[in-house]
Protein backbone atom coordinates (compact mmCIF):
# COMPACT_ATOMS: atom_id res chain seq x y z
CA UNK A 1 0.00 0.00 0.00
CA UNK A 2 1.20 3.40 -0.73
CA UNK A 3 2.47 5.75 2.09
CA UNK A 4 1.76 9.67 2.36
CA UNK A 5 5.15 10.75 3.18
CA UNK A 6 6.46 14.39 3.77
CA UNK A 7 8.65 16.09 1.77
CA UNK A 8 9.92 19.62 1.94
CA UNK A 9 6.39 21.07 3.87
CA UNK A 10 4.28 18.73 1.33
CA UNK A 11 2.32 15.32 2.41
CA UNK A 12 2.39 13.42 -0.66
CA UNK A 13 2.02 10.09 -1.89
CA UNK A 14 5.11 8.00 -1.60
CA UNK A 15 5.27 7.71 -5.89
CA UNK A 16 4.98 11.50 -6.11
CA UNK A 17 8.05 12.20 -3.84
CA UNK A 18 11.04 14.03 -5.18
CA UNK A 19 14.18 15.25 -4.32
CA UNK A 20 17.17 16.73 -6.33
CA UNK A 21 19.70 14.69 -7.79
CA UNK A 22 21.97 17.18 -6.61
CA UNK A 23 21.16 16.83 -3.09
CA UNK A 24 23.98 16.91 -1.04
CA UNK A 25 22.48 13.73 1.13
CA UNK A 26 22.75 11.92 -1.66
CA UNK A 27 26.18 13.28 -3.24
CA UNK A 28 27.79 13.55 0.09
CA UNK A 29 26.18 11.93 2.85
CA UNK A 30 26.03 15.25 3.95
CA UNK A 31 22.71 15.38 6.14
CA UNK A 32 21.25 13.14 9.45
CA UNK A 33 18.47 11.37 10.72
CA UNK A 34 16.61 10.39 13.79
CA UNK A 35 14.09 7.25 13.87
CA UNK A 36 11.35 7.92 16.44
CA UNK A 37 8.90 4.46 17.81
CA UNK A 38 5.94 4.62 17.45
CA UNK A 39 3.94 2.15 20.11
CA UNK A 40 0.07 2.24 20.42
CA UNK A 41 -0.04 5.07 17.42
CA UNK A 42 2.15 7.22 20.17
CA UNK A 43 5.41 9.12 19.83
CA UNK A 44 8.23 6.95 21.92
CA UNK A 45 11.25 9.95 23.58
CA UNK A 46 10.09 12.09 20.91
CA UNK A 47 11.55 15.22 22.63
CA UNK A 48 14.86 13.07 22.88
CA UNK A 49 15.51 12.94 19.65
CA UNK A 50 14.36 16.15 18.59
CA UNK A 51 17.05 17.31 20.99
CA UNK A 52 19.89 15.29 19.55
CA UNK A 53 19.06 16.25 15.96
CA UNK A 54 19.75 19.86 16.76
CA UNK A 55 23.08 18.39 18.46
CA UNK A 56 23.89 16.86 14.99
CA UNK A 57 22.70 19.79 12.59
CA UNK A 58 24.75 21.78 15.23
CA UNK A 59 28.02 20.09 14.41
CA UNK A 60 27.68 20.20 11.14
CA UNK A 61 26.60 24.16 10.42
CA UNK A 62 23.15 23.20 9.77
CA UNK A 63 19.88 25.02 10.26
CA UNK A 64 16.72 23.19 11.12
CA UNK A 65 14.06 24.33 8.62
CA UNK A 66 11.26 23.50 11.08
CA UNK A 67 10.75 24.57 14.36
CA UNK A 68 10.03 21.38 17.06
CA UNK A 69 6.82 22.00 17.06
CA UNK A 70 6.19 21.71 13.62
CA UNK A 71 8.49 18.43 13.63
CA UNK A 72 5.88 17.03 16.40
CA UNK A 73 3.17 17.94 14.10
CA UNK A 74 4.88 16.61 11.02
CA UNK A 75 5.26 13.23 12.72
CA UNK A 76 1.93 12.67 14.57
CA UNK A 77 0.27 13.87 11.01
CA UNK A 78 2.18 11.17 9.24
CA UNK A 79 1.50 7.99 12.25
CA UNK A 80 -1.96 8.66 11.76
CA UNK A 81 -2.50 9.40 8.04
CA UNK A 82 -0.60 6.26 8.07
CA UNK A 83 -2.61 4.47 10.23
CA UNK A 84 0.37 3.43 12.19
CA UNK A 85 -0.06 1.45 15.50
CA UNK A 86 3.21 0.21 15.95
CA UNK A 87 6.24 0.85 13.72
CA UNK A 88 8.25 3.91 13.45
CA UNK A 89 8.85 7.43 11.50
CA UNK A 90 11.55 8.16 10.04
CA UNK A 91 13.26 11.90 9.96
CA UNK A 92 16.26 13.04 7.25
CA UNK A 93 17.80 16.73 6.60
CA UNK A 94 20.20 17.85 4.09
CA UNK A 95 22.12 20.44 3.40
CA UNK A 96 20.46 20.53 0.69
CA UNK A 97 20.73 20.92 -3.58
CA UNK A 98 23.51 22.91 -4.57
CA UNK A 99 26.11 22.50 -7.73
CA UNK A 100 28.66 19.24 -6.63
CA UNK A 101 31.31 21.39 -4.37
CA UNK A 102 33.02 19.47 -1.09
CA UNK A 103 32.51 22.92 0.18
CA UNK A 104 29.63 23.68 2.00
CA UNK A 105 27.10 26.04 -0.43
CA UNK A 106 25.82 29.44 0.62
CA UNK A 107 22.39 29.67 1.02
CA UNK A 108 21.46 26.05 0.02
CA UNK A 109 17.75 25.68 1.54
CA UNK A 110 17.84 22.23 3.38
CA UNK A 111 15.59 19.67 2.29
CA UNK A 112 13.66 17.60 4.94
CA UNK A 113 12.17 14.33 4.13
CA UNK A 114 9.86 12.05 6.57
CA UNK A 115 8.53 8.72 5.87
CA UNK A 116 6.30 6.11 8.64
CA UNK A 117 7.25 2.30 7.94
CA UNK A 118 4.54 -0.27 9.79
CA UNK A 119 5.46 -2.81 12.27
CA UNK A 120 3.26 -4.67 13.79
CA UNK A 121 3.60 -5.93 17.77
CA UNK A 122 6.68 -4.09 17.15
CA UNK A 123 7.33 -4.78 20.90
CA UNK A 124 6.65 -8.36 20.89
CA UNK A 125 9.43 -9.56 18.48
CA UNK A 126 10.30 -12.66 18.66
CA UNK A 127 13.75 -12.40 18.76
CA UNK A 128 13.58 -10.31 22.18
CA UNK A 129 12.30 -14.06 23.96
CA UNK A 130 15.24 -15.64 21.94
CA UNK A 131 17.78 -13.07 22.32
CA UNK A 132 20.55 -12.33 19.29
CA UNK A 133 23.57 -13.89 18.58
CA UNK A 134 25.97 -11.11 17.42
CA UNK A 135 30.07 -11.50 16.32
CA UNK A 136 32.41 -8.84 16.74
CA UNK A 137 34.32 -6.81 13.82
CA UNK A 138 36.80 -4.23 13.54
CA UNK A 139 35.24 -0.78 14.03
CA UNK A 140 36.36 0.59 10.44
CA UNK A 141 33.71 3.79 10.37
CA UNK A 142 34.76 7.36 10.75
CA UNK A 143 35.52 9.21 13.61
CA UNK A 144 32.86 11.49 14.61
CA UNK A 145 30.07 8.77 15.50
CA UNK A 146 28.59 10.82 18.40
CA UNK A 147 26.72 12.80 14.94
CA UNK A 148 23.87 10.70 13.41
CA UNK A 149 24.63 11.55 9.82
CA UNK A 150 23.50 9.26 6.35
CA UNK A 151 26.81 7.48 6.08
CA UNK A 152 25.51 3.76 7.14
CA UNK A 153 27.83 2.08 4.86
CA UNK A 154 29.90 0.17 6.88
CA UNK A 155 27.35 -0.79 9.52
CA UNK A 156 25.55 -2.27 6.33
CA UNK A 157 28.63 -4.00 5.78
CA UNK A 158 28.35 -5.35 9.30
CA UNK A 159 25.41 -6.44 9.64
CA UNK A 160 26.37 -8.80 5.80
CA UNK A 161 29.35 -9.93 7.87
CA UNK A 162 27.20 -11.38 10.84
CA UNK A 163 24.75 -12.63 8.76
CA UNK A 164 27.10 -14.13 6.74
CA UNK A 165 28.67 -15.57 9.81
CA UNK A 166 24.40 -16.70 11.26
CA UNK A 167 24.50 -14.41 13.59
CA UNK A 168 22.31 -11.31 14.03
CA UNK A 169 24.70 -8.17 14.35
CA UNK A 170 28.19 -6.94 14.76
CA UNK A 171 29.55 -5.39 17.82
CA UNK A 172 32.17 -3.30 16.56
CA UNK A 173 35.65 -3.54 18.09
CA UNK A 174 38.54 -0.32 18.14
CA UNK A 175 41.82 -0.49 20.07
CA UNK A 176 40.29 -4.06 21.52
CA UNK A 177 37.47 -2.33 23.34
CA UNK A 178 34.34 -2.55 21.35
CA UNK A 179 32.95 0.69 20.64
CA UNK A 180 28.76 -0.39 19.25
CA UNK A 181 26.81 -2.15 17.63
CA UNK A 182 25.94 -1.28 13.94
CA UNK A 183 22.78 0.40 14.68
CA UNK A 184 22.62 -0.39 18.38
CA UNK A 185 24.61 0.63 21.94
CA UNK A 186 26.11 -2.50 23.42
CA UNK A 187 25.44 -3.60 27.25
CA UNK A 188 27.16 -6.29 29.32
CA UNK A 189 25.95 -6.91 32.77
CA UNK A 190 27.90 -8.53 35.84
CA UNK A 191 25.94 -9.05 39.21
CA UNK A 192 23.90 -6.31 40.08
CA UNK A 193 26.21 -4.23 37.21
CA UNK A 194 25.23 -2.66 33.95
CA UNK A 195 28.27 -1.65 31.66
CA UNK A 196 28.14 0.30 28.69
CA UNK A 197 30.94 2.37 27.01
CA UNK A 198 31.06 6.02 27.86
CA UNK A 199 29.93 8.81 25.64
CA UNK A 200 32.51 10.48 23.52
CA UNK A 201 32.47 11.07 19.52
CA UNK A 202 33.30 7.11 19.08
CA UNK A 203 30.13 6.15 19.86
CA UNK A 204 26.05 7.95 19.13
CA UNK A 205 24.80 8.71 22.08
CA UNK A 206 21.76 6.51 21.92
CA UNK A 207 18.01 8.08 23.04
CA UNK A 208 17.21 4.83 24.50
CA UNK A 209 20.48 4.43 26.72
CA UNK A 210 20.09 7.48 27.89
CA UNK A 211 16.71 6.30 29.45
CA UNK A 212 17.89 2.51 30.04
CA UNK A 213 21.06 3.75 32.13
CA UNK A 214 18.35 6.25 34.27
CA UNK A 215 15.67 3.65 34.69
CA UNK A 216 18.56 1.46 35.82
CA UNK A 217 19.92 3.69 38.10
CA UNK A 218 16.46 4.60 39.69
CA UNK A 219 16.20 0.59 39.93
CA UNK A 220 19.17 0.51 42.39
CA UNK A 221 21.08 -1.33 39.34
CA UNK A 222 25.10 0.04 39.45
CA UNK A 223 25.88 1.75 36.18
CA UNK A 224 29.84 1.63 34.82
CA UNK A 225 30.30 3.74 32.06
CA UNK A 226 33.76 2.31 30.25
CA UNK A 227 34.86 0.13 27.40
CA UNK A 228 34.98 -3.50 27.39
CA UNK A 229 36.62 -6.29 25.84
CA UNK A 230 35.21 -9.04 23.57
CA UNK A 231 36.73 -11.20 26.14
CA UNK A 232 34.92 -9.38 29.16
CA UNK A 233 31.96 -9.69 27.03
CA UNK A 234 31.92 -13.28 26.74
CA UNK A 235 33.00 -13.69 30.67
CA UNK A 236 30.16 -11.58 31.49
CA UNK A 237 26.74 -12.99 32.95
CA UNK A 238 24.40 -11.49 30.25
CA UNK A 239 24.61 -9.34 27.54
CA UNK A 240 21.92 -6.72 25.58
CA UNK A 241 21.71 -3.76 23.23
CA UNK A 242 19.30 -0.85 23.00
CA UNK A 243 18.11 1.07 20.16
CA UNK A 244 15.03 3.28 19.12
CA UNK A 245 13.07 0.40 17.22
CA UNK A 246 14.60 -2.71 19.59
CA UNK A 247 14.45 -1.39 22.63
CA UNK A 248 16.39 -3.21 25.01
CA UNK A 249 17.34 -6.22 23.25
CA UNK A 250 19.26 -9.42 25.19
CA UNK A 251 22.27 -10.64 23.82
CA UNK A 252 22.99 -14.65 24.12
CA UNK A 253 26.21 -15.25 22.21
CA UNK A 254 29.09 -13.66 21.19
CA UNK A 255 31.80 -14.67 18.42
CA UNK A 256 29.92 -18.79 19.16
CA UNK A 257 30.28 -18.07 22.99
CA UNK A 258 27.33 -18.69 24.53
CA UNK A 259 26.26 -16.20 27.60
CA UNK A 260 25.14 -17.99 30.81
CA UNK A 261 22.41 -20.45 29.93
CA UNK A 262 22.19 -19.22 26.25
CA UNK A 263 19.11 -18.02 26.81
CA UNK A 264 18.45 -13.67 27.72
CA UNK A 265 19.41 -13.09 31.33
CA UNK A 266 17.30 -11.63 33.90
CA UNK A 267 18.92 -7.51 33.85
CA UNK A 268 17.71 -7.43 29.87
CA UNK A 269 14.28 -8.98 30.45
CA UNK A 270 13.54 -6.85 33.45
CA UNK A 271 15.20 -3.34 31.56
CA UNK A 272 13.27 -4.63 28.75
CA UNK A 273 10.10 -4.54 30.53
CA UNK A 274 10.50 -1.44 32.28
CA UNK A 275 11.91 0.66 29.08
CA UNK A 276 8.64 -0.32 27.92
CA UNK A 277 6.35 0.17 30.54
CA UNK A 278 8.19 3.54 31.68
CA UNK A 279 8.09 4.70 27.45
CA UNK A 280 4.87 4.02 26.23
CA UNK A 281 3.70 5.89 29.80
CA UNK A 282 5.66 9.11 28.79
CA UNK A 283 4.82 8.22 24.56
CA UNK A 284 3.04 11.71 23.28
N1 LIG B 1 24.51 3.38 17.82
C1 LIG B 1 24.34 3.43 16.49
C2 LIG B 1 25.54 3.33 15.61
C3 LIG B 1 23.05 3.57 15.94
O1 LIG B 1 22.89 3.62 14.60
C4 LIG B 1 21.94 3.63 16.81
C5 LIG B 1 20.53 3.73 16.28
N2 LIG B 1 20.37 4.62 15.26
C6 LIG B 1 22.16 3.57 18.19
C7 LIG B 1 23.46 3.45 18.66
C8 LIG B 1 21.03 3.64 19.17
O2 LIG B 1 20.53 4.95 19.28
P1 LIG B 1 19.03 5.24 19.70
O3 LIG B 1 18.83 4.55 21.01
O4 LIG B 1 18.95 6.69 19.80
O5 LIG B 1 18.19 4.64 18.62
Known amino acids: MSRIVYVNGEYVPEEEAKVSVFDRGFLFADGVYEVTSVLGGKLIDFAGHAARLHRSLGELDM???????DLLTVH???????GIEDGLVYLQITRGAADRDFAYPEGAAPTIVLFTQSKPGLADSPAA????KVISIPDRRWGRRDIKTVQLLYPSMGKMMAKAAGADDAWMVEDGQVTEGTSNNAYIVKGNTIVTRHLGEEILHGITRAAVLRMAREAQMKVEERAFTVEEA???DEAFITSASSFVMPVVEIDGAPLGDGTPGPVARRMREIYLD???????
Not at 63 to 69: F, I, N, R
Not at 278 to 284: D, F, G, I, K, T
Open 76 to 82: RTLVEKN
Open 278 to 284: ESRAAAV
Open 129 to 132: AKGI
Open 234 to 236: QGA
Open 63 to 69: QSPVTDD
